[in-house]
């Protein structure tokens, strides 16, 4: 498992379900209805169980780049990060400011209620179309300069849960280019 140091926080890259992870919050790539859907929403949805449609609900959904926190149910996360990716229209329509907050909102989240371990997944590059390559270096990035602009976080672990080995390895080789450019 490929994995890079900022501050005191330890970022991995893993292959698996993200339903699965034994971390304190879990982010959803959710739609703005936060009603659940497919991809990884429809997923976390399934495995949390009724009780989470139901606290989504009351949540009068999120907007796109915003993120919201619900209680994991039957996750093994105590915790659920709702955020909205954006649509991929081109690159032209401020798509990677929006993706980029949706991660920096995640982790104000997080800090805000105490939690200290999370997992993401690749937010907007399922149906919402955005380019993996594109989407990983913002994801990657932004999730550093966070670290580095907050070293009072107490987020001491981040897990980047990847669906498939070309995930894996596009993640990977941004943690490798970020690890060139701080040598």
């Avoid at 991660?103 to 371990?117: C, F, M, P, V, W």
């Avoid at 955005?130 to 107490?154: D, F, M, R, W």
């Amino acid at each position: 498992m490929k994995e890079l140091q900022v501050s005191h926080t330890t970022l991995h890259v893993l292959k698996g379900d993200i339903t699965r992870c034994e971390v304190a919050a879990i982010v959803n790539a959710a739609n703005e209805s936060l009603l659940g859907g497919g991809g990884v929403d429809g997923a976390i949805h399934r495995a949390a169980g009724p009780e989470l449609l139901a606290a989504c609900r009351l949540l009068n959904g999120c907007r796109t780049g915003e993120a919201k926190l619900t209680p994991g149910f039957r996750l093994k996360a105590a915790h659920v990060i709702h955020t909205v990716g954006p649509i991929w229209r081109g690159g032209t329509q401020g798509e990677a400011d929006l993706l980029a907050s949706c991660y920096r909102k995640s982790l104000e989240l997080a800090d805000a209620n105490g939690i200290r371990t999370l997992a993401f997944p690749a937010i907007s590059t399922g149906i919402y179309g955005y380019p993996l390559s594109q989407a990983t270096k913002i994801a990657v990035g932004t999730v550093k300069t966070y670290l580095e602009n907050h070293p009072q976080t107490l987020i001491t672990e981040i897990i980047f849960v990847c669906f498939d080995d070309a995930t894996v390895r596009v993640y990977e080789q941004a943690f490798e280019d970020l690890e060139r450019r701080t040598d």
